[in-house]
């Protein structure tokens, strides 16, 4: 669900995470299970209903941001103390934590192997080690991409306002820009996206190998495709076409009420926050489409269990409900996040669905679509060591503190020296 950028801080009272441990018996005699979270995964009421149905369970929601949750989760780890009986983990670090695969729970050994058809191929295997024989997560939902844009932006800058028609403006990212061009020679007072940081994701997650390859060795400063996204990101934030907005933050969120910007790239589970973040003011002004380049993944998560907890068949059972096809069709219709299981996907009501405020947008065809032609890409182990130095070499692009091909130089020291 990604959201790796996004998190929830409403349940603040689970900072007692770090000190608290895993599921118990409780005064009451219920089997008490914890869920550590990031994020909205839409359970609220799925939980309510499990609790109705199984009156010896009693369930804690544990929500934390997500960076804040990952660092946590590690330590606890380490500690052999403190997490939660069934945990979230973000596509972007499966990889860090299945290299500590000893300190979870193998579903196989509950029978998890027989779900594998439910989902994607991909999104099974990303959830698994040693051949498959080692099952990690059970797959959450995906984020599958898709282009939203303004359309009374685009038509005050004289270009298609019809969602097939500016799908056919950008085939590729190169066409992306080519449009960006076209538009700030119309529009110079409105930026075309909102950060260079989110087309160079979109752009590297439609590619199988990026900082690492499947062997897990770094390759990034000779693979020439994570070259091509940084080049075409910073020549948008060295035209100052971009906002240099941090994604997903306050001023992310000002920039759309005041309507700064025209385009975003946008997974699935983000159409939530543009609403949220626009305001009612804009519902309809929201158009989305597809995304140049085809299909592309950014977010998605597995439901694991920790061996530190002591009710590891019951935390189980839980995950393996959450993630059915049926919760996760109900949670599509909820709150957008786009299903990881093609029967879902692939269904006649989901395919069907629209969405009001983005001018009845197809969303469900829209990004049904682009999960077909989805190739993950890899990550490395060191994955989210790396990333974070490549985002500040183009924020520092942005916000014009350094040109281009010196932000990449130093980009590929920082990294290099990350992974040794």
Known sequence: MSRRLVGSVAATLVM?????CGGSSGADGKVELSLGLFSDFGYDKLIEEYQASHPNIKIEQRKVKMEQHNTQLATQLAG???????????????????ASKDKFVNLADYGAKDLKDQWAGWKWNQGTADNGEFVLGLGTDMGS??????RDLFEAAGLPTDRDAVAKLWPTWADYAKVADQFTAKTPNVKFVDTGRNVYKAILDQTEEGYFAKDDSYIADKNAAV????DTAAALGTKQQTGALEPFSQDWNVALKQGSFATTTC????????KAGAGDGAAGKWDVTTAPGGGGNWGGSFLAIPKQGKHPKEAYELA??????EQQKRIFKETGN?????????DAEVQATVNEYFNKAPVGKVFATSAESLKPTYRGTKDSKVTPIFNSALQRVEQGKQPAADAWTQALKEAQDAVK
Do not use: H
């Open 267 to 274: 997974p699935a589970w983000a159409m939530a926050l543009i």
């Open 320 to 325: 393996k409900w959450l993630t059915s096809p």
């Open 145 to 150: 991409l898709g282009l939203c844009y303004r």
């Open 338 to 346: 786009l299903p990881s299981q093609p029967k879902v996907y692939q």
């Open 80 to 98: 052999g103390r403190g997490a939660a009986d069934i945990v979230a983990l973000e596509e972007g670090v499966v990889s860090q934590f299945r």
């Open 227 to 230: 070259k091509t996204a940084f």
């Open 16 to 20: 007692v995470l770090a000190a608290g």
